[in-house]
C-alpha cells in the first residue's frame, strides 16, 4: 500500500493484456462495448489497484499520446506518477484515495509531463471499480487531453482581463446597449464623466432617454432620429462630433461619440457606445476661432490704419472691421478734443452710420461713454438690460442688444478716444479680452497716422520751402555754388553755369584746371586762389573780382563772395559761393560815363552851335537890313537909287541873304525832322550829270574869284533817287569845297556801271585830321574853327543821313594841308516812292553870283 502521506514510489507493472481475474472472470458485454468506444477515441485509459495505488493497465492508442513508447509504459513502474506535474501530483493522489474510500466518480484537471518535458493538461474522470467478489478495489480512469481548450480558456479568461482592464484605465467612457437600448455595463469613466456613483445606476436604464433626449441646440432628440439608436435598429455604426450627453445633474457634457453594434449569428442584438469629453477641446477650438478671429480683425484693422486718407477714413476702416468680425450692431470710434475735453465722433459702422446727432460730440464724463475717457478703464457686459452704466434701456430691450464692449484708446496712459460696440449676442470672454488688443492697435494707429500727418505737414512745408528756396536759387540773377567737405561741386544753379559753366559732380581743382579763371589784372588765377577753395579752407571771402573765360572767348568779370559751410557739430561740411556777372554793370558804368562825357561835349556843342547859329544868322540878316534900311531911306527922301545897276546890286544882295538864311533855317528843319520822324525820300528818275553841271553853274561866283570847278566823266547817268535831296548833297558838298578849297581848282568826277553810280568832290584846301574825319559826319560837327568859316557843322551830317538813306555810303580821303576828296557810293535804282513831307519849304536854286 502506498502511504497516504507520500507519493507512491512503485507503481505495479503496467499490464497490456488482461489480468488472471479479468481472464477468469467472465465478459461483460457492456464493459466490452464501453472499452472499445474509449479505445476509439483520444483518450489515456487506465486502471488502478486500490491497495497499492499501482497501474495494472493502459489502454492503447492513448498510451503512447505523451511521447512514451508502449514499451516503456510496460517497463517503467512508476512513470505514471513521476510523470505527473510536481504542483498537481498531490491533489490527484488525494483525489484518488477519496474515490477508493467514498466510491463517489470525481473529476480532476491536472498536468503531466509528455516525454519532451512540455505540461499536457489532462481532464480524469475517477470512478471506482465495483467490487466483485475476491477482487480488492481497483481506480477506473480515463483522461482526456484539454491542452488545447484549456489554453483557449486561459486566453480567454486573459482577453476578458485585459478587456476589464482596459474599461477601467481607459478615459473614454464606453457602456453598452441591448435590444432594447438599456444599459448592459458601463465603465469607470462612463459612470465619473456622467456624474453617477456606480454603475449600477446605469444598468437597466434607456440611456437615450437618460442622456441623450436632447440636441445641442437645445430641441429635443427623438429616438427614430438618433443615430446610437438608428445603430440598435440597422446595426450602422455612427461617429457624431459636438453633441450633448446629460450628466446626473442635468448639465450639458459636449462629447464625440462612436457607436457600434453586436451581432449574434448575424442579428443585433445590442451596441457599443463610445465617448469622450471634447469639452476642453470645445474651448480650445473656441479660443483658436477667438485667436483666429482676433487675428483677422487685427491684421484688418492694421490694414484700414495703414491705408492713405483722412483720419476719418481711416477709422471708418477700423469701425467696418470691428463690426464685421464680431458680428456688432454698430461700432463707433470717438476722438478726444483735447482743448475742449470733448469726445468727437469720428467713425459709425453698423445700423448707425451717421457721424452727427446727440452723440456725435460727449463731454468727458458724460454717460458710459465719456466715464470710459474720465476713469480710463473698459467697460463690458453680456447682460445690457441688467447693466447700470447702460442708460438706454427701452432703446436695447427694442434693438435686442445684448452686450455691449467700450475700451479707451489709450498711449503711454494718455487718452486719445474711446471705440464701443453694441451687439445682439454675448461676446465670449476671450473676445472681450482681446479687444483690448485691437484698442490698443487703433489707438497706436492714430498716433502713428497723426505723427505722420504731422510729418506729412512738415515735410510738405519743408519741400515747400525747399522749392521756394529752389526756385530762389534757380531763378537768382547770382551765380550759386556749393561744395561738399572734398571739395565736389555739388549745387549749381543756372546763373552760375551760364557764368562759370557746368561743373556738377568735379572738384574745384579740376574744375579750375579746364574753366579758364583769370585774376582781374588777366593772369590765370590757380585754383587754390579760387573764392570756393579759399572758403572751403575756413576763410570768408568778400566781393572778390575774377575773369572768366566763356566758351565764346570772351572775357566775363565776376565778383565773388563765398563762405564756409559747418555742422551742427562745427564739423566743416563744404562751402558756397555767390556770383555776380559785373561785365555789364562795368560796361554801363563805361557808357555813363562816356555818355556823360559825350553829355558835356554835347553841351559844349550846344553852346558852340547858339554861338555859331547867332552869329550866321546874324550876319546876312545884318546886310540885309542894312539894305533894306538904305532903300528906305532913299525912298523917303524921294531919291530912288542911283542908277539901275546900283539898284540891282542891293536887290541881289538881298536876295542872297534871304536865300542864306533860308538854307540855315531849312537844315535847321532837317534836323528836327529827322530826329522826330526820319528823312522821306521822293524817288524820280532823272539825269546825275546835269543836276550836277547845275549845281556846278550855281557857285559861278566862286569860279569867277579862283575855285574853277570842273566836272569830268560820263556824259549822262540816268538814276532812280530823290532829286530834291539828291540836290542838297551836291549843294553841301561844293559848299564845303568852296569854303574849304582855298580858292584851289575844285573836280567833281562820275563813274557809274549798270548797278551803281559813285561820284566824288575833291578839293586841294586845307585838308582834314585823321582824327576827325569820323567826327564831321555827326550833327554840329566841323573840322576848322567857327571863327574862320561859317555853317551849324550840320551839312556833312546831312549828306551822310541822305546817301545812307539812298542805300549808299559817303567817305572822305584828306589829309592837312593835302585837300579832301568826298566820294559818294550809291545803287542806280532805289526803291520806294513819296512827295515831300508836308510843310518841307521848297529848295530852289542858289541866289545869282
Known amino acids: 500500500m502506498i502511504d497516504a502521506h507520500r507519493e507512491p514510489s512503485d507503481v505495479g507493472r503496467q499490464s497490456l493484456a488482461p489480468s488472471e481475474d479479468e481472464r477468469g ?56 506518477w513521476r510523470q505527473q506535474h510536481p504542483e498537481d501530483r498531490p491533489r490527484l493522489l488525494a483525489l484518488v484515495r477519496k474515490v477508493l474510500a467514498e466510491g463517489a466518480t470525481e473529476r480532476i484537471e491536472h498536468r503531466f509531463l509528455a516525454a519532451d518535458g512540455r505540461p499536457v493538461w489532462l481532464s480524469s474522470e475517477l470512478a471506482r471499480r465495483r467490487d466483485q467478489a475476491g477482487r480488492a478495489p481497483a481506480i477506473l480512469g480515463v483522461s482526456t487531453d484539454v491542452t488545447r481548450a484549456r489554453a483557449a480558456e486561459d486566453a480567454l479568461r486573459e482577453a476578458e482581463e485585459r478587456m476589464q482592464a482596459l474599461l477601467e484605465s481607459t478615459e473614454q467612457g464606453i457602456y453598452g446597449l441591448d435590444r432594447a437600448g438599456r444599459c448592459t455595463f458601463a465603465n469607470p469613466a462612463c459612470v465619473r464623466l456622467l456624474g453617477y456613483q456606480s454603475e449600477a445606476e446605469l444598468v437597466g436604464r434607456n440611456m437615450h432617454q437618460l442622456v441623450h433626449h436632447t440636441r445641442p441646440s437645445g430641441a429635443a432628440l427623438p429616438e427614430s432620429e438618433c443615430r446610437i439608436c438608428g445603430t440598435l435598429r440597422n446595426g450602422e455604426p455612427a461617429h457624431l462630433d459636438g453633441e450633448l450627453l446629460f450628466r446626473a445633474d442635468g448639465t450639458g457634457l459636449a462629447v464625440e461619440y462612436w457607436s457600434r453594434s453586436i451581432r449574434r449569428q448575424g442579428e443585433v442584438v445590442g451596441a457599443i457606445v463610445t465617448f469622450v469629453d471634447i469639452t476642453e477641446r470645445k474651448r480650445s477650438e473656441e479660443l483658436l476661432e477667438v485667436q483666429a478671429l482676433m487675428s483677422a480683425l487685427r491684421a484688418e484693422v492694421s490694414a484700414a490704419l495703414a491705408r492713405s486718407g483722412t483720419m476719418s477714413e481711416l477709422l471708418q476702416g477700423c469701425a467696418e472691421a470691428i463690426r464685421g468680425h464680431l458680428d456688432a450692431a454698430f461700432a463707433r470710434i470717438w476722438l478726444l478734443d483735447d482743448l475742449h475735453q470733448v469726445l468727437e465722433l469720428h467713425a459709425s459702422a453698423g445700423m448707425y452710420t451717421h457721424l452727427d446727432g446727440p452723440h456725435s460730440h460727449i463731454p468727458v464724463g458724460s454717460y458710459k461713454i465719456g466715464r470710459i475717457a474720465k476713469e480710463r478703464r473698459p467697460h463690458l457686459t453680456n447682460d445690457v438690460l441688467n447693466d447700470p452704466q447702460v442708460s438706454e434701456k427701452a432703446w436695447a430691450r427694442r434693438e435686442g442688444m445684448v452686450s455691449f464692449a467700450g475700451y479707451p484708446l489709450l498711449v503711454e496712459d494718455r487718452l486719445i478716444g474711446v471705440v464701443a460696440m453694441f451687439a445682439r449676442r454675448p461676446l465670449h470672454e476671450h473676445v472681450l479680452d482681446a479687444l483690448g488688443t485691437i484698442a490698443d492697435t487703433v489707438a497706436q494707429g492714430i498716433e502713428r497716422k497723426r505723427a505722420e500727418d504731422a510729418l506729412q505737414r512738415s515735410e510738405g512745408r519743408r519741400a515747400a520751402e525747399h522749392a521756394v528756396l529752389r526756385r530762389l536759387i534757380e531763378q537768382s540773377g547770382d551765380g550759386i555754388v556749393m561744395v561738399d567737405e572734398h571739395g565736389v561741386v555739388r549745387l549749381m544753379n543756372p546763373e552760375a553755369e551760364r557764368q562759370l559753366g557746368p561743373a556738377a559732380e568735379r572738384t574745384i581743382d579740376a574744375w579750375a584746371s579746364t574753366a579758364g579763371f583769370f585774376t582781374p589784372e588777366g593772369a590765370p588765377m590757380p585754383a587754390a586762389q579760387t573764392p570756393l577753395h579759399r572758403a572751403l579752407h575756413g576763410e570768408k571771402v568778400e566781393s572778390a573780382r575774377w575773369q572768366v573765360r566763356r566758351p565764346d572767348g570772351s572775357l566775363r568779370v565776376l565778383s565773388a563772395s563765398a563762405s564756409p559751410l559747418r555742422r551742427a557739430d562745427g564739423a566743416p561740411a563744404g562751402a558756397v559761393m555767390n556770383t555776380r556777372d559785373e561785365t555789364e554793370r562795368l560796361r554801363l558804368e563805361q557808357e555813363r560815363e562816356r555818355l556823360l562825357q559825350s553829355l558835356q561835349e554835347a553841351v559844349q556843342v550846344r553852346d558852340e552851335f547858339l554861338s555859331i547859329a547867332s552869329h550866321e544868322l546874324k550876319t546876312p540878316l545884318t546886310a540885309l537890313v542894312l539894305q533894306v534900311e538904305s532903300l528906305r531911306r532913299a525912298i523917303r527922301r524921294g531919291q530912288a537909287p542911283q542908277g539901275v545897276p546900283r539898284l540891282d546890286a542891293k536887290l541881289s544882295t538881298i536876295h542872297r541873304s534871304v536865300f542864306r538864311l533860308s538854307d540855315l533855317v531849312n537844315d535847321l528843319l532837317d534836323v528836327s525832322r529827322i530826329s522826330a520822324q526820319g528823312l522821306p525820300l521822293h524817288v524820280e528818275d532823272f539825269d546825275l550829270v546835269a543836276l550836277l553841271r547845275e549845281g556846278v553853274e550855281r557857285f559861278q561866283e566862286a569860279q569867277a574869284q579862283g575855285s574853277p570847278i570842273r566836272l569830268l566823266g560820263s556824259p549822262e547817268v540816268l538814276v532812280r533817287w530823290d532829286r530834291s535831296r539828291m540836290e542838297q548833297v551836291v549843294t553841301n558838298l561844293l559848299s564845303n569845297a568852296v569854303k574849304y578849297g582855298a580858292g584851289a581848282p575844285i573836280d567833281v568826277r562820275v563813274e557809274a556801271d549798270a548797278e551803281r553810280v559813285r561820284f566824288a568832290v575833291q578839293d586841294r584846301g586845307i585838308g582834314i585830321a585823321p582824327g576827325d574825319q569820323a567826327r564831321i559826319f555827326e550833327r554840329f560837327q566841323r573840322a576848322a574853327s567857327v571863327m574862320h568859316y561859317g555853317g551849324f557843322g550840320l551839312g556833312l551830317w546831312i549828306v551822310r543821313l541822305i546817301v545812307e538813306q539812298h542805300g549808299g555810303a559817303v567817305r572822305v580821303e584828306s589829309a592837312p594841308g593835302s585837300g579832301a576828296t568826298f566820294s559818294v557810293d550809291l545803287p542806280r535804282v532805289i526803291a520806294g516812292a513819296g512827295a515831300p513831307a508836308e510843310g518841307e519849304p521848297p529848295r530852289g536854286p542858289a541866289p545869282p553870283g
Do not use: K, N, T
Open 25 to 80: 472472470a467472465p465478459a461483460d458485454p457492456e464493459d466490452d462495448g464501453a472499452r472499445a468506444l474509449l479505445l476509439a477515441v483520444d483518450v489515456l485509459l487506465w486502471e488502478m489497484r486500490g491497495d497499492a495505488l499501482e497501474l495494472s493497465s493502459v489502454r492503447a492508442p492513448a498510451r503512447e499520446l505523451f511521447g512514451h513508447a508502449a514499451e516503456r509504459w510496460a517497463a517503467d513502474d512508476g512513470l505514471f
